[in-house]
């Protein structure tokens, strides 16, 4: 009998190389799962002693995601501190992948499941989300255990059969901390960042008010960046002075090292070189020591510690070092990416690993000098339980590991570093009297590079001084006192701050990367030269804003313990009910108590940020109150009426204008106008723009609403749109003349008509027989009309018509064409039928508008 057995492994590139590697009979074949990201590998082998028929698939990433209930995410009807109680739901993380169907029906059939997710936290979670869609669909069998746990580090053909042939069971405990983690920082950060965002919206024309969010990761990885700030901004110079003497030898005059270091009054340094200097200007030498040092090899790697070479060494950001550690693993570089070990366990095969690198034209000789002289014992560092350290797997040139070659190259250097010897030097220490006074001079000579030799950025120099004879008599040069200031400490670099976080257990090993990119694409840092951090206003306003309320909310202390009580749950040694109702529960006070004192934060931002008012121009009448609405030009642009003191959002690009003093016939406000240099400029009410009318709010990218009276009179449709996919209409903008053209409602098509040779156009109430485009009613300009016989009107459809075809232009060919004929009909344009008789499109707008505009607009 053959048994069927289910494989899944995290991404579909491990699903492939997984199946290559255990496939021993021929190779194996492929075909299309219910996914569209996911293919199914499929192999005949053997399992446990058992004929068995393989089938290889994968996920991609979470099956699922953590949210609240549909009625908990309106922001408007739920305050915050109710999330705290509230019950959370897992959703398809991406519904399109089809990930959930695509499990149960590969499970049909199949006796065992084995899983390949990667071997951290958030893999052992992932296998249980798996394991819901797989278990119920798997023939059952009486007291046989079905599920099975792969551990690999590598993606090695080697390394993937010895995990084949080492299979264990999945971790509850370390899929239920990852629950825990989830669930409290969805609830902690969904609070406060609802509650402050829309606390401060609109209140300050410098402040992006759109989303303020709180993280309990990312909060205190800002207050790092911010404590380093008011460091830097309190710190108070101060002067000392050195003695500053310079003898003569052999031609070279060099610097001694006053052995009293400094002083910090200047009369007392003025004492000194007056001492010096009324003896004999004559330094004897006293002592000469010397020392044999050495420089250790480096550890061996773990994320925290390539994620700072990276920055330091080669200037890539932690992000992006992440992703290219982890594209290098998938593709079979490297080892996993994500460890905090940084020590090789015992049975570890360094030599084996070397090996794979002698054949490297760059450093292959160095690893077979190795091999020949035998592999330095690697330093001892801390044994985590999870991954062993970074490694790479085989050798690979520049055009051949393609885009990550840099990070790929430190690996492999700092890699046969751990195993080489250390650098060692001689130290040689000269001490000399000078009138009373002690000086040194110092000088180092490499006798062994060691790791130095291939590790570029650890090679040290030599410090070269000439001979010395103990009572030797040196001349000295000059006699000075030096002045100098204390310096504050620099801002934080990206890899100052990973240590920082590591230091006090914010965040994993494999999220640490995304707490850091997240306050910087969020405006609370900027990245300067060096890759150093400077917080801008809004993180310094926040940090300082929440220690005004409670300091504890941005300090590590208390993620510290969070991660702690999440790895007791990983563990086994907490149960994680007990975890999140401790937890929930305290922050549920503290956020109480925020929500009670965040007017200390507005005073803050008072004197830090302008006001709305000051802040903008008055523009248009507000159709409420009939006083002026003033305009934020500066983003978020939005319109504010301080007599009604409410805001309205506004288009993000272009200039705001009036738009020729009319009113918007629904609620009376005074029309503007967003004029774009290039591209569409169009007309708007900022009280429709902010809360349509019609029912839906606008469509992402969408400029206009089609049914609203003031596109249907200065904005009339013309015909579907002709871009690829999009669902928009053209619209004539009667605003154009003399260059006349058509806009899409939704993309950014454009049409230009006729060049300059139109004097006027205007949409017919008819509508085109072949496409159901509206018709175009043109008269041209006497002396430029393309019409036989000095005609100037003519009235066609602008698809259809050769003429009007051949003088109509569009962003995307020279000579505009219909791309697909008959996309118009049905959308309310006649279906194709002329409609003659029927009112014009201006007619029938000024009538909708007094309809609206008498049954009134909900608001």
Same mark, same amino acid.
């Given at each position: 009998?053959?048994?069927?057995?289910?494989?899944?492994?995290?991404?579909?590139?491990?699903?492939?190389?997984?199946s290559?590697?255990?496939?021993?009979?021929g190779?194996?074949t492929?075909?299309?799962?219910?996914?569209?990201?996911?293919?199914?590998?499929?192999?005949?082998?053997?399992?446990?002693g058992?004929?068995?028929?393989?089938?290889?698939?994968?996920?991609?990433?979470h099956?699922?995601?953590?949210d609240?209930?549909?009625?908990?995410?309106v922001?408007?009807?739920?305050p915050?501190?109710?999330?705290?109680?509230?019950?959370?739901?897992?959703?398809?993380?991406?519904?399109?992948?089809?990930?959930?169907a695509?499990?149960?029906?590969e499970?049909?059939?199949?006796?065992?499941?084995?899983?390949w997710?990667?071997?951290d936290r958030e893999?052992e979670?992932?296998?249980?989300?798996?394991?819901?869609?797989v278990?119920?669909?798997?023939?059952p069998?009486?007291?046989?255990?079905?599920?099975?746990?792969?551990?690999?580090?590598?993606?090695?053909?080697v390394?993937?059969?010895?995990?084949?042939?080492?299979l264990?069971?999945?971790n509850?405990?370390?899929?239920?901390?990852?629950?825990a983690?989830q669930?409290?920082?969805?609830k902690l950060?969904?609070?406060?960042?609802?509650?402050?965002?829309k606390?401060?919206?609109?209140?300050?024309?410098d402040l992006?008010?759109?989303l303020?969010?709180?993280?309990?990761?990312?909060?205190?990885?800002?207050?790092?960046?911010?404590?380093?700030?008011d460091?830097?901004?309190g710190?108070?110079?101060?002067?000392?002075?050195?003695?500053?003497?310079?003898?003569?030898k052999i031609?070279?005059?060099?610097?001694?090292?006053?052995?009293?270091?400094?002083v910090?009054?200047?009369?007392?340094?003025?004492?000194?070189?007056?001492?010096? +200097?009324?003896?004999?200007?004559?330094?004897?030498?006293t002592?000469?020591?010397?020392?044999?040092d050495r420089?250790?090899?480096?550890q061996?790697?773990?994320?925290?510690?390539?994620?700072?070479?990276?920055?330091t060494?080669?200037?890539?950001?932690? +992000?992006?070092?992440?992703?290219?550690?982890?594209?290098?693993?998938?593709?079979?570089?490297?080892?996993?990416?994500?460890?905090?070990?940084?020590?090789?366990?015992?049975?570890?095969?360094? #030599?084996g690993?070397?090996?794979? +690198?002698t054949?490297h034209?760059?450093?292959?000789?160095y690893?077979?000098?190795?091999?020949r002289?035998g592999?330095a014992r690697?330093?001892?560092g801390?044994?985590m339980?999870?991954h062993p350290?970074i490694?790479?797997?085989?050798?690979?040139?520049?055009?051949?590991v /393609?885009?990550?070659? #840099?990070l790929?190259?430190?690996?492999?250097r700092?890699?046969?570093?751990?195993?080489?010897?250390?650098?060692?030097?001689?130290?040689?220490?000269?001490?000399?009297?000078?009138?009373?006074?002690?000086?040194?001079l110092?000088?180092?000579?490499?006798?062994?590079?060691?790791?130095?030799?291939?590790?570029?950025s650890?090679?040290m120099?030599?410090?070269?001084i000439?001979?010395?004879?103990?009572?030797?008599?040196?001349?000295?040069?000059?006699?000075?006192?030096?002045s100098?200031?204390?310096?504050?400490?620099?801002?934080?670099?990206?890899?100052?701050?990973?240590?920082?976080?590591?230091k006090? /257990?914010i965040?994993?090993d494999?999220?640490?990367?995304?707490?850091?990119?997240?306050?910087?694409?969020?405006?609370?840092v900027?990245?300067?030269d060096?890759?150093?951090?400077?917080?801008?206003k809004?993180?310094?306003g926040l940090?300082?804003?929440?220690?005004?309320v409670?300091n504890e909310?941005?300090?590590?202390?208390?993620?510290?313990?969070?991660e702690?009580m999440c790895?007791?749950v990983?563990?086994?040694?907490a149960?994680?009910?007990s975890?999140?109702?401790?937890?929930?529960k305290?922050?549920?006070?503290?956020?109480?108590?925020?929500?009670?004192?965040?007017?200390?934060?507005?005073?803050?931002?008072?004197s830090? @940020?302008?006001?709305l008012?000051?802040?903008?121009r008055?523009?248009?009448?507000?159709? !409420?109150?009939?006083?002026?609405?003033?305009?934020?030009?500066?983003?978020?642009?939005?319109?504010?009426?301080?007599?009604?003191?409410?805001?309205?959002k506004m288009p993000q690009?272009?200039?705001i204008?009036?738009?020729?003093?009319?009113?918007?016939?629904?609620d009376? @406000?005074?029309?503007?106008?967003?004029?774009?240099?290039v591209g569409?400029?169009?007309?708007?009410?900022?009280m429709?723009?902010?809360?349509?009318?019609?029912g839906?709010?606008?469509?992402?990218?969408?400029h206009?609403?089609?049914?609203?009276?003031?596109?249907?009179?200065?904005?009339p449709?013309?015909?579907?749109?002709?871009?690829?996919?999009?669902?928009?209409t053209?619209?004539?903008?009667?605003?154009?003349?003399?260059?006349w053209?058509?806009?899409?409602?939704?993309?950014?098509?454009?049409l230009? !008509?006729?060049?300059?040779?139109?004097h006027?156009?205007?949409?017919?109430?008819?509508?085109?027989e072949?496409c159901?485009?509206?018709?175009?009613?043109?008269? @041209?300009?006497?002396a430029?009309?393309?019409?036989?016989?000095?005609e100037?009107e003519r009235?066609?459809?602008l698809?259809?018509?050769?003429?009007?075809?051949?003088?109509?232009?569009?962003?995307?060919?020279?000579g505009?064409?219909?791309?697909?004929?008959?996309?118009?009909?049905?959308?309310g344009?006649?279906?194709?039928?002329?409609?003659?008789?029927?009112?014009?499109?201006?007619d029938?707008?000024?009538?909708?508008?007094r309809?609206?505009?008498?049954a /009134?607009?909900?608001?």
């Amino acid at each position: 009998m053959v048994i069927s057995v289910l494989m899944v492994a995290e991404k579909p590139s491990i699903a492939q190389t997984l199946s290559d590697a255990l496939c021993t009979r021929g190779h194996p074949t492929s075909r299309k799962g219910i996914s569209p990201a996911c293919s199914v590998y499929e192999y005949e082998g053997d399992f446990y002693g058992q004929k068995a028929w393989f089938k290889v698939t994968s996920c991609a990433g979470h099956v699922y995601s953590i949210d609240f209930p549909p009625e908990f995410n309106v922001w408007d009807r739920v305050p915050p501190v109710t999330l705290y109680g509230a019950k959370t739901v897992k959703n398809e993380a991406n519904p399109k992948l089809r990930m959930p169907a695509h499990f149960q029906k590969e499970a049909k059939g199949c006796s065992y499941l084995v899983l390949w997710l990667d071997c951290d936290r958030e893999g052992e979670n992932i296998c249980f989300e798996v394991m819901d869609n797989v278990v119920p669909n798997l023939t059952p069998l009486q007291g046989e255990q079905q599920v099975w746990r792969a551990k690999f580090s590598s993606l090695a053909p080697v390394d993937l059969r010895k995990a084949m042939a080492t299979l264990g069971s999945p971790n509850k405990d370390e899929a239920l901390s990852v629950d825990a983690r989830q669930e409290m920082d969805l609830k902690l950060g969904c609070s406060f960042t609802r509650f402050q965002t829309k606390f401060f919206q609109g209140k300050y024309g410098d402040l992006d008010t759109n989303l303020i969010s709180y993280g309990p990761c990312q909060t205190p990885t800002l207050w790092f960046c911010v404590r380093r700030h008011d460091e830097i901004t309190g710190f108070q110079a101060e002067s000392y002075y050195t003695l500053d003497v310079t003898i003569s030898k052999i031609g070279r005059e060099l610097h001694l090292e006053w052995q009293r270091g400094q002083v910090f009054d200047q009369p007392i340094a003025t004492t000194f070189r007056d001492i010096v +200097q009324e003896g004999k200007q004559v330094a004897k030498v006293t002592d000469i020591s010397q020392k044999e040092d050495r420089l250790p090899r480096p550890q061996a790697l773990n994320t925290v510690a390539m994620l700072k070479m990276a920055s330091t060494r080669l200037g890539i950001g932690p +992000q992006q070092a992440m992703h290219m550690a982890e594209a290098l693993y998938l593709r079979g570089w490297m080892t996993y990416p994500r460890t905090e070990t940084n020590t090789y366990p015992a049975n570890f095969d360094l #030599r084996g690993t070397v090996q794979a +690198q002698t054949q490297h034209p760059m450093w292959g000789q160095y690893a077979q000098e190795l091999m020949r002289t035998g592999l330095a014992r690697a330093r001892e560092g801390v044994d985590m339980g999870d991954h062993p350290p970074i490694t790479p797997v085989r050798a690979g040139t520049e055009s051949q590991v /393609g885009e990550g070659w #840099r990070l790929f190259d430190m690996i492999t250097r700092h890699f046969l570093a751990t195993v080489s010897g250390d650098c060692k030097f001689l130290k040689t220490k000269v001490r000399l009297e000078f009138n009373g006074e002690e000086f040194s001079l110092s000088g180092r000579k490499v006798t062994d590079p060691g790791f130095t030799r291939i590790q570029m950025s650890g090679e040290m120099d030599d410090v070269t001084i000439p001979d010395f004879q103990i009572g030797e008599a040196v001349p000295v040069k000059s006699v000075g006192i030096g002045s100098h200031k204390t310096r504050p400490p620099p801002y934080l670099s990206e890899s100052d701050l990973l240590t920082l976080m590591e230091k006090h /257990g914010i965040g994993t090993d494999a999220s640490m990367a995304t707490h850091i990119n997240n306050i910087c694409e969020r405006n609370y840092v900027t990245l300067c030269d060096g890759r150093r951090l400077i917080p801008t206003k809004l993180g310094i306003g926040l940090v300082h804003g929440f220690q005004l309320v409670d300091n504890e909310l941005v300090i590590p202390k208390i993620r510290g313990n969070i991660e702690g009580m999440c790895t007791l749950v990983a563990g086994g040694k907490a149960q994680v009910e007990s975890v999140l109702h401790h937890v929930l529960k305290i922050f549920r006070e503290k956020f109480l108590y925020f929500e009670s004192n965040v007017g200390l934060i507005d005073q803050l931002f008072e004197s830090t @940020f302008t006001t709305l008012e000051a802040a903008g121009r008055p523009l248009s009448r507000c159709g !409420l109150c009939n006083k002026y609405l003033y305009v934020v030009d500066r983003k978020p642009v939005r319109m504010f009426c301080k007599n009604c003191d409410r805001v309205y959002k506004m288009p993000q690009n272009g200039q705001i204008k009036l738009y020729k003093e009319l009113r918007c016939p629904l609620d009376n @406000f005074e029309l503007c106008f967003v004029a774009n240099k290039v591209g569409k400029s169009y007309p708007l009410c900022p009280m429709c723009y902010d809360d349509p009318p019609f029912g839906a709010k606008n469509a992402t990218g969408k400029h206009w609403e089609l049914e609203h009276p003031i596109y249907q009179k200065y904005r009339p449709q013309v015909m579907a749109c002709i871009g690829e996919n999009c669902p928009g209409t053209l619209c004539l903008d009667v605003d154009s003349a003399p260059k006349w053209q058509i806009d899409c409602n939704v993309c950014m098509q454009q049409l230009q !008509l006729f060049t300059d040779k139109a004097h006027k156009i205007k949409v017919s109430a008819d509508f085109c027989e072949e496409c159901g485009s509206r018709l175009l009613a043109v008269i @041209f300009n006497k002396a430029k009309s393309p019409l036989d016989n000095g005609e100037t009107e003519r009235t066609a459809c602008l698809a259809c018509d050769p003429l009007f075809n051949a003088h109509t232009t569009s962003g995307t060919s020279k000579g505009f064409f219909r791309r697909n004929p008959g996309k118009g009909k049905g959308k309310g344009k006649g279906k194709g039928k002329k409609g003659k008789g029927k009112p014009s499109a201006e007619d029938l707008a000024e009538e909708r508008g007094r309809q609206l505009a008498a049954a /009134g607009k909900k608001r």
